[in-house]
Every structure is written in C-alpha cells, then in structure tokens.
C-alpha cells in the first residue's frame, strides 16, 4: 500500500512538472524587445511569439524540453529548460543573414518571410527600391520623378494605386477620389533608409485590409530604433545629388527617437531639365510608459517640384521631330507636399489580451499639369490641363487580440474597427496654358468621403493545422459639392459591402507550409462617379482564391509556388483629359507566380521571382477582349554579396514580357530587359558605394500607353504608343558615415 501511494505522488508530480508555463523575454544586444522572434518547443513542437514588450509564456514545458529562439536578422538561440519556474532572459545578437536561421512557422503569412531575407540582402537604396521589395511587383515613372509611380502586379495595371493597398506603419498612403486617379498612391515621403521591414501580401484574403486590397497589400514597416546615426552623401550624372542626415535622439531600453531627413535633386536625363527637387523631414518616438502600455508618436514633412517631359508619341522620335529624350510639351510638371502626424498605443489588458490602436492626420496638396493629346483638343492653345487638390485626412484604426486554448485547439481571435474621413477641397481639372493662364475649369468641386468598418476573425490553430476564418463589413459615404453648378447641392450616395474570407494552412514540419486562400474584396470607386451613377456599382467587388506552398528544401534554399484566380466585378479606365475614372466590365485573371531565395556561399545570395498571368475581358468577344498593359510574364532576379571583409554588391535584373497596350492587341506595348548594378566597401564607420542603373545601356520604356494625339502640324489625329522613356546608363557615387 505505501509503494503505490509513493508511485501516486510520483506520478503527479511528474505530471505538476509537465504541465509547467514558462514565461521570460527576448531582446536584441540593445535591451530592445524582437517581437517578431520565434519560440519553439522542439519536444512539443509547441510555439509562441513574444509580446510589444519582448514577454512570452509557453505551456506544457517540463524539465529537459529544448527551446529554440529564431528572428531573421539574428543568430539563433537554443536552450535546454533545467527549472520552469525561472522566467528566463533571452539575448540574441545581430548577425549576417543565414537561411538556415529561417523557419517557416504556421502564420496566416508566412511570406512575409521573402521580403524579411530581402531587406537584409539588399537594403532599400531609393524610393523606387521599397515597391520592388515585393516580389513580383514592377513600377514605372513618367513625369519628372514627382509624380506617384505607375505599379504591375498579378496581371495589373495598377494605375498609381487603384487595385493595391498601400500603408506605412499603419498610415494610409491611397488617395480615394483622387484629382488624377482612383487610390493614387505617392510613396515619396517615405525615407528608404528609415524602412525595417516590408509587410505584404497578395489577393484580397486580410481581414484587416480594406479599399484597394485586391492585387494585395504592401505595409511598410519603419524603424523604431536607430543602430547608430548616419551622414550620407550622394552624388551622380545629370545633376543628381542627395544628402541624407539619420540622428538618435534617444536610445535606451524603454525609449526610443530619431530623425531625419533627406533633400534630393536632380536634372534627370531628359533634354528638357526636370528641375526636380525634394525634401523630406521625419521624425519618430517610440516608448514602454509602463509595465503594460507602449506609445509611440512619428511626425513627418514632405515637398517636391518638378518638370516633365510627358508621354511622347513613337512618330514624333521615328520622324526625327525629337530625341528618345525630347518632349513635345516641356511645361509638364507639378509640386506636392503632405504633413503626417500619428500616434500609436498598445496595451497589454492582460496575460491574455492585447488593444492596439493608431489615429493618424494628413494634410496634402497636389498640382500636376499634364498634356497627353498635344494639339487634339485645342488646336491653338494646346491640351495642357492642370489637375489640383488639397486635403485632410483623419482616421483611427482598433484592434483588440485575445489569445485562448483548450486541450486540442489554441489560437487567437481578433476583432477591429476603422474610420476614415478624406476631406479634398477645390478638387479640380482645368485646361491650362503654359502654367500660367487658366483656359477653362472642366471639373471644381468639394469631396468628402467618409469609411467606417467593423471586422472580426481568428487564427485556430489545431494539430499541424491552422484556420483563418474572418469577415469583414465597410460602410462609405460619399459626398460631392459640385461648385460649377450655379446653385448650391450636396450630391450624396452611401453603400456597403460584407468580405467574408477563409486561410487554410498545413505546417507538417518547420520547411513546409501548404497554404490554401479564398475570399472577397473591393476597390471604391471616385465619389464623382459614383454620384454620376447614383449609387450603381459603386463598391465592385474581388473574388479571388490562391493556393500554394513555402518550402525549404534544404537548409539553405526557401521557395514559394502559388496558384492564384482573381475575379473583378469591374475595373477602372484613367481618363487623363476628363479627370475620372471610368468604370468598365468584369475581367478575369488567373497566373501562378515563384519565388526563390537560394543561399550559395554563406556570404552569396541568389534571388528569382518570375509570375505568369493570363487576363482578360469576360463580357468581350474573342480578340477583343485583352486588358491594356497587363502583363502576362515578368522577371526579376539577382545576385547579392555581403561578405564579412566589408565588401557588399548586388546586381539585379528584371524583365517584362511585350504587352496589349488595347483591347484588340493592335497596339503593343513593347517589353524590356535592364540590368542594375551597385557596389561597396563597409569600414567600421565608413562606407564607400557606387550604383548603376541600366548596366548595358539597352533603351527601353520605361511607360507606355495607346493614346491618340495630334502635333500641331498634323492634320489629322493619330493613336500610336505614347511613352516615357526608360533611365539610361546612370552612374551615383554613395559616400557613407555612421556614428
């Protein structure tokens, strides 16, 4: 009787001890807290993640468990648990980027980890490199390097931001019923070198992500600390210089600040100088106000002026009329600016729930003078218009997060809310003359458009099994003063829209994720179209479903194959002389698109993103049915060296297949192939860089567009490709200190 009361005892305390939580923190070497580190019981194959404040609790973990602490960036950390009840302190230090420290965990986005390997691989140098983070999205720039880059992605033309969301730390950039287009996105206020991290992802499957989330989403994440403080100089061809100043204000282990600022200038390679001119000011805080509550602040100032060439016709160059670099119209150009304030807040209610919250302010003004007819409209003055607009935007954005776990399921769920208000006075188009004389006002009005939205979702994790299930609800309110009419009116529409969504993902071990998508989303359409159609198809919306797999086949190898379908209830026409977009009918797209990250020599890295897509008109026949400039093959790869010597370089090379540039592929929007290149040496404190685009110097367009137009001695009008021509052979010399 005493030896089985002995082996009781025995037994539950064998049991107390398996049933241990263990609690503890990870930071970096700075007392900083890696809420992106991984935590794995690789006797369980139990996992968590750290908290804002670095604090984790695992369950289940008894006596001898091994844990294994991973973040990108960082050097791994293992451990053997020889007591529970000791919280523990985990420190991982920075080092080189390995993909054997790469685990694919059961995250609803795991992609996240191509972009996370390609930050570290080859830092964002310019403005232009922080879309290209995004595996197989390509922009182009046609006017000046002021005016927000036209962006390709899934089969998209995307215009400058109709069909992709695009935030910054939460801080909307899309511009809703824009002077110039639908969703109209300038990334320029952002400073590459103040990005960390790069948070996409593609179709329309995010509960969190509303308007514009049909391509995907990119958010752009920017640092919270600074490692030092950094001067850099820049200089190259064709005028172009920049200076840069990062500076830490503060930098201790509960609080954080930094600012800086860059100016750039440049004359471009145009005949006609751009004159451009930016500056840009940022400044952030990030602080722990106690145990349980993290707020942060950031500030921001941005301007630019420009001239442009413009979009010039493929006659015009083959005529000998002007160079590939000339300009029908050289009084093309514009200025903008925006004013940002933010202020984030995260809680920790308690072991179990989170509240994360952000409100945000924008002040923005935008003046774009554009000619895309020449003399087809005005045969004397010309057909220069002059688009315009200043605003405000106010918003807030809620999530409340709580963990919950029984004995065969944990996970999350999530719910949130959001409210958005844009606010564009004196929105207008105008014909123009020269800058300077207003012709004729086409369009002059008074936006206000406002989004509410509620959603809720969870991540259900079950076995090797995780489930994403989540709906979301947007309400809009549209309104439009007309202050052309000649008695005062408010036009006023009102819609909304429900975006259920399903993610289904299989882990069956730390190098597999098979994944399995499917939801609904939307773009809005312009509030002066909507108030035109009185509410008729206003919100069209996106169905789209993917399926695939991230997967590493060996320790040094990451791969991701995917098979995607989207569905668009209508797509969107920029009409550049009206000043609207245009709604059309339904289209389809359907493509599969792969990544590779390839590890060749722990100081060499090989990358490849390649997409194939087929798109087309559904309620057009046969041939006629090609959706403009959608590609349907591109190509991006490169080789990056960061060697432990100092020396880095990187050379990269992205290809775009020939494309419709109309419905009935009459007109070819020609394909091109450029090379780039960059080079360094890294000392202590002092760095020494050279970058060049356009290697070889092939000529390429850079955009292109079926336009009709007439020069003015032409007798007659002439739809042909119209283009901006893509940089030349460009050389910049980078010199670098940090301190």
Known sequence: MKLLF?????????????????????????????????????????????????????????????????????????????????????????????????????????????????????????????????????????????????????????????????????LPVNMVSHAHGQGYADLHFVIPETVENVDFGKGPYYEDKGNFTTAGYVDFRTKETLGNSTIKLEGGQYDTYRLLGMFNVLNTAKHNAYVASEYLSTDGFFDSPQNFD????????????SEYDKLGFTISHFTSEWDASGQIPQRAVDSGLISRFGAIDDTEGGNTSRTNFSMNYDKILDEKSTLKSNVYWSAYDFELYSNFTFFLEDPVNGDQIRQKEDRNIFGLNSEYQRTFSTDKLEGTWQAGISLRNDQSKDNELSRTLNRTETLEQIQFGDINETNIAGYLGADINFDKWTFNPSVRVDYFDFKYNDRLLDAYQTQEEAKAIVSPRLNVFYNPSKRLQLYAKAGKGFHSNDTRVVVAQQGETILPSALGADVGFVWKPTSKMLLNVAYWYLYLEQE??????????????????????????????????????????????IEEPSGQDYIPLAPDFTLSSGLSIIHKSGLFSNINVRHINDRPANEDNSIVAEGYTVTDLSAGYRWDKLSLGIQIQNLFDVEWNETQFATESRLQNEAQSFEEIHFTPGTPFFFKATLEYNF
């Open 572 to 617: 969107f026409v920029y009409v550049g002389d009206a000043g609207i977009v245009e709604p059309s009918g339904e289209t389809k797209r359907q493509g599969i698109e792969l990544s590779y990250r390839y590890q060749i020599l722990p100081w060499l890295f090989w990358n490849l993103d390649t997409n194939y897509t087929y798109a087309r008109s």
């Open 6 to 170: 002995s082996a009781i005892l025995l037994l539950l305390f064998n049991h107390s001890i398996q049933a241990q939580i263990l609690t503890g923190k990870v930071v970096n070497e700075s007392q900083q807290p890696l809420k992106e580190a991984y935590i794995l019981n690789t006797t369980t194959d139990k996992h968590t993640h750290p908290n804002i404040h670095g604090s984790f609790s695992l369950k289940n973990v008894s006596v001898g468990d091994t844990l294994t602490f991973s973040c990108v960036g960082y050097q791994s950390e293992e451990l053997v648990i020889k007591d529970t009840s000791i919280p523990l302190e985990i420190v991982l230090y920075r080092a080189a980027i390995s993909l054997d420290e790469v685990v694919i965990t059961p995250e609803v986005n795991s992609l996240q980890l191509i972009s996370d390997i390609d930050v570290q691989t080859t830092p964002v140098n310019s403005s232009q490199d922080i879309l290209r983070k995004v595996p197989g999205l390509f922009i182009g720039q046609h006017a000046g390097g002021g005016k927000a880059e036209q962006i390709f992605l899934r089969g998209f033309d995307i215009d400058h931001g109709t069909d992709i969301n695009l935030t910054v730390d939460g």
């Open 278 to 289: 930016r500056i840009n000011v940022f400044g952030k805080y990030t602080g722990f106000v």
